[in-house]
């Protein structure tokens, strides 16, 4: 994709979230009928899936986009993960919002029995897309009950429990689960650079208007240094989900190399997310802490968003094993991809 047309959806995207941003909590049903209506909602997916054939570099773009303005919709969930699941398995899609989970499931012909929980935005799905050890089973909302419940950000992360028919049930895919959990990382490090990126603009321009002792708290050495290392953890924070999309594009999900820059990037997303919002509330003081204040929806997102689809810990862990098991030769290609 050329720099041109990134900075164009760079830019409609920044418009449409820029638009809709609000400190509501729940699914914003008007921001996803623009998305629906722009083709930003199933981005990635094929035509045939109703989607726009979009790269996962583009998708990156968006989804940063979306983490900065704090956009209350599901789309890590509807494009990078269930769209995808669904249409890998061979079953058309529904329309509207999706979310998806991997879980354990009794699958008994189209009959399905058993309970999910912390399932994102499941209250406002029009479906509920779950792998199963041998299936990917569609759920129908209607056919369900949802308990709802929220992570620290108030996102809906529901329990979703199930006794009945499911809309449809098909063979998994081979390789799904690892792809699964690649995508829906990869995502969540999208969403988390964008919202680091908003916490530091958030951070630098209260530092200038604030005034303590006869001038603004940005011109205090004090000040400016922590901004400085909030800016160091956001840029390393982007330069690696882009890094992660970039391979995913290029080599696919199934290659070592997408999958230690997945890994990486959530892992440096997931560190820099608490590194940011440490100082991004240092800055700002008591008033950084009021629900009243925008600040919020960005930290409590963060703080959110890092320990979801694998904590920086459980990414670190097996970045640590992929490189023991590359040896000493094999660590500078891993690096270099």
């Known amino acids: 994709m050329t720099t041109s047309v990134n ?8 418009s449409i979230f820029g638009d809709a941003a609000s400190g509501d909590t729940g699914f914003d049903a008007a921001l996803w009928r623009t998305l629906e209506e722009t083709g930003l909602a199933r981005l990635t997916l094929p035509a045939a899936a109703g989607g726009s054939e979009g790269t996962l570099e583009d998708s990156a773009v968006v989804l940063a986009a979306a983490g900065a303005h704090a956009a209350r919709v599901p789309l890590v969930e509807t494009d990078l993960v269930g769209g995808w699941l669904l249409h890998a398995a ?19 012909g189209t009959t399905v029995r058993g309970q999910l929980r912390r399932v994102p935005w499941a209250r406002a799905a029009a479906g509920v ?3 199963t050890d041998a299936h990917v089973v569609l759920l129908d909302p209607g056919a369900v009950e949802v308990t709802e419940g ?4 108030e996102e809906p992360r529901d329990t979703v429990s199930v006794d009945g028919p499911a809309a449809a049930v098909a063979p998994a895919p081979e390789g799904a689960a690892a792809e699964l959990r690649l995508r829906a990382a990869l995502g969540r490090a999208q969403l988390l650079a964008g919202a680091a990126r908003a916490a530091l603009s958030a951070s630098v321009r209260y ?18 240094q922590q901004l400085a290392l909030a800016a160091g953890e956001v840029a390393a924070a982007s330069a690696a989900a882009s890094a992660a999309a970039r391979a995913a594009a290029d080599t696919g999900f199934a290659a070592p190399s997408t999958r230690f820059a997945v890994a990486a990037a959530k892992s440096r997303t997931g560190e820099a997310a608490g590194a940011v919002a440490r100082i991004a509330h240092q800055v ?3 008033i950084g802490f009021t629900r009243e204040h925008d ?31 590359a040896g000493p030769d094999g660590l500078w290609p891993l690096i270099t991809g």
């Open 284 to 286: 700002h003081g008591a």
């Open 207 to 224: 530092a200038g208007e604030r005034v303590q002792f006869g001038r603004p708290i940005a011109k205090f050495q004090a000040v400016q």
């Open 7 to 14: 900075a164009e959806l760079q830019e409609l995207a920044e």
């Open 90 to 108: 061979g079953v058309p899609l529904p329309d509207g919002p999706l979310t998806a989970a991997a879980g354990s499931l009794e699958v008994d």
């Open 129 to 131: 897309v779950v792998l």
């Open 150 to 153: 929220t992570n620290v950000a």
């Open 295 to 325: 600040l919020r929806l960005w930290t409590t997102r963060l703080w959110a968003w890092r320990d979801e689809d694998g904590s920086d810990a459980d990414w670190n862990r097996e970045l640590g094993a992929t490189v023991l098991a």
